[in-house]
């Protein structure tokens, strides 16, 4: 037989033995089997939390969670570390200890916070000034979903009140509008990098005139698996009441948030905007805020008019005097609204006016509580929606109050409260929320609750819904002030698209 024709058998018989291979190794079901794309839950996800507070009167309470999901809660880990060491638990500097093979043995530490098993919430506590960043990493099946919270309350000094910031995933872009440099304000960027390399960090400040000359606040190196805090008075000479400010970053990848300390009306964390959109919602103002103060910037080369409403129980309606807005491109804007809600929840909603275009914006509002010197401050920003599923941590039996808008089309939300720290059972209930409107929802309690607990929102039909926490501290604790904080709930990514795969022979032709 000739050489030829041997060839030709073999690679017959090779492509014949590839294609059966290929048949056998086939899915039955997913995106292959179906031509499809499809829904995954995540393998991984990292969360990162800002170190909560330099005072010494601080007492700072985390949380973290991931929810029940078809996923064996069997496997996977979840685990929160002391920044600037390792995810993986070992300190950068190795000691001298040796194992039997005389290589030199990392220590050992234990995770700050860990989550054991889906569906049940835990908790830890640092008092004073020394807590530091945390960095997490979430693998297999405690992944999708994985949420924390830090939680920090101290009586006295600059920024007194009720500090809340959701821990987040790293990014490389941030607005944060609301910001400000005033001589009455300490704001402090706070940059979280969860790397092996370093990051580096770019920082632009808008002010009611366009942008500040700052150059030092470009190239700010964050150092691997660390943070790194920065007073924004420091970037810019002149004091500005409102500001809007822009991170981005030039390698790596950071999580970042601004820590607002005000020495007449408390403080709590700004989180970022959701990224710039023609239209943006902002929700869960308390029904007895005093003064609401909207900033908004339009970071494009255009100007943006929009139009502005409160979407309360009842409906939506413009505030009297403060219909429109108007944002000059690269100018931060800031309106006060004064008490707009007048005695009931709301959340504010801006869009384009009909003769605008579609502009991005990023926005936010300062909120303000209690009258005098029993002030407190909070703010919240755009929210992006919901989405398949939200989480948010750290909820107590009383002061919890949850916040559902939907301005457009009207949805249907199902909520489950998990199992408390300490013990209990999850319970579920399911809302309606009308076009419009927003619902100061009655928060499902778990039965027989012990400690603290997560709330799971899921969007079950009809138009996107915005949803915010709030959490509030009286009595005694808070020292007779009006403490409270607030946090959107944004949706937790737990799932991604999978593309559809088939076999392709023709690769094998090539």
């Excluded at 002391?82 to 993986?88: K, Q, T």
């Excluded at 470009?218 to 809007?244: A, C, D, F, H, W």
């Amino acid at each position: 037989m000739k050489r030829t024709t041997l060839s030709l058998i073999a690679a017959g018989a090779a492509l014949a033995a590839v294609t059966s291979v290929a048949a056998v190794a086939a899915p039955e079901e997913g995106p292959a089997a179906t031509g499809k794309a499809a829904q995954q839950p995540v393998e991984r996800t990292s969360l990162l939390c800002p170190a909560p507070s330099s005072s010494e009167l601080a007492e700072t309470t985390y949380t973290a969670y991931t929810p029940k999901t078809e996923v064996s809660s069997d496997s996977g880990t979840a685990a929160l570390v002391p920044a600037a060491r390792s995810l993986a638990g070992k300190d950068d500097k190795k000691g001298d200890e040796k194992d039997d093979k005389g290589d030199e043995k990392g220590e050992e530490e234990k995770p700050f916070l860990a989550v054991k098993k889906q569906g049940a919430p835990v908790t830890a506590e640092e008092n004073g000034s020394g807590a530091p960043a945390l960095i997490g990493l979430a693998e297999g099946s405690l992944a999708p979903g994985w949420s924390a919270q830090q939680t920090t309350h101290f009586t006295a000094g600059a920024g007194r009140g009720l500090h809340g910031a959701a821990c987040s995933a790293p990014d490389t872009d941030f607005w944060f509008p609301g910001a400000s440099t005033a001589e009455d304000r300490s704001d402090y960027l706070h940059l979280t990098n969860p790397d092996d390399a370093a990051a580096v960090v770019d920082i632009e400040l808008y002010g009611k005139d366009g942008a500040l000359d700052s150059e030092v606040g470009e190239g700010i190196q964050v150092p691997p698996r660390s943070s790194v805090p920065v007073l924004l008075s420091t970037l810019t000479g002149k004091p500005q009441t409102n500001l809007t400010v822009h991170v981005t970053a030039r390698s790596g990848r950071v999580a970042a948030a601004v820590q607002a300390l005000d020495q007449k009306v408390g403080g709590d964390w700004l989180t970022p905007s959701a990224e710039p959109s023609a239209s943006v919602v902002l929700p869960g103002i308390p029904k007895d805020a005093t003064a609401v103060r909207l900033v908004a910037f339009a970071p494009g080369s255009a100007d943006a008019d929009l139009k502005v409403s409160l979407a309360g129980p009842n409906g939506s309606l413009s505030p009297a005097g403060n219909e429109t807005l108007h944002l000059k491109s690269g100018m931060t804007t800031a309106v006060d609204l004064a008490d707009v809600t007048r005695g009931e929840p709301g959340s504010l909603v801006l869009t384009p006016t009909g003769d605008s275009g579609d502009t991005p914006v990023v926005a936010a509002v300062r909120v303000i509580r209690g009258k005098g010197g029993d002030q407190e401050s909070a703010f919240i920003p755009a929210a992006r929606p919901v989405g398949d599923r939200a989480t948010v941590t750290g909820n107590g039996a009383k002061g919890t109050y949850l916040s559902l808008t939907a301005p457009g089309k009207a949805a249907k939300v199902r909520v489950t409260a998990s199992a408390g720290t300490g013990g209990g059972t999850a319970a579920t209930k399911t809302y309606s929320v009308g076009a419009g409107r927003t619902l100061a929802a009655d928060v499902p309690l778990p039965d027989s609750l012990k400690g603290t607990y997560a709330l799971t929102v899921e969007t079950v039909s009809g138009g996107p819904v915005h949803a915010s926490r709030t959490l509030t501290l009286s009595g005694a604790a808070a020292d007779g002030i009006s403490m409270f904080t607030v946090q959107n709930l944004t949706d937790d990514r737990g799932t991604v698209t999978v593309p559809a795969a088939r076999p392709e022979m023709g690769v094998l032709l090539d």
